[in-house]
Nanobody, 127 residues
Framework: QVQLVESGGGLVQAGGSLRLSCAAS????????IGWFRQAPGKERELVAA????????YYADSVKGRFTISRDNAKNTMYLQMHSLKPEDTAVYYC????????????????????WGQGTQVTVSS
């Protein structure tokens, strides 16, 4: 069993920055890929960024590419999403998710591949 807890959300002005953290606890012996998702009111949950267990492979949605950076510190069992140049359209609840038992280089891009989810953290970007 793996538990994920997000933190770092809040209210920022357009153009600002924010760093989200995701702390993993419990059974972390198996390799796990990480994804950051977001869901705005009335919209589908979408993948924002993903990273492999090794950290060598990443994925970014076109809407955030160049502005967001996903990273992880496996020694601390903590994952991050650094967000810069935030836009009002980035406003959403952001979720951290883990896909267990994957290879070191696998980047998981589908919602149904993820085994565990955090409760989410609200990010609001004012115009």
């Amino acid at each position: 069993q793996v538990q994920l807890v997000e933190s770092g959300g809040g209210l920022v002005q357009a153009g600002g920055s924010l760093r989200l953290s995701c702390a993993a606890s419990g059974r972390t012996f198996s390799n796990y890929a990480i994804g950051w998702f977001r869901q705005a009111p009335g919209k589908e949950r979408e993948l924002v960024a993903a990273i492999s267990w090794s950290g060598s492979s990443t994925y970014y949605a076109d809407s955030v590419k160049g502005r967001f950076t996903i990273s992880r510190d496996n020694a601390k069992n903590t994952m991050y999403l650094q967000m810069h140049s935030l836009k009002p359209e980035d406003t959403a609840v952001y979720y951290c998710a883990a896909n267990l038992g994957v290879s070191r280089s696998y980047v998981s891009r589908r919602l149904n591949e993820y085994d565990y989810w955090g409760q989410g953290t609200q990010v609001t970007v004012s115009s």
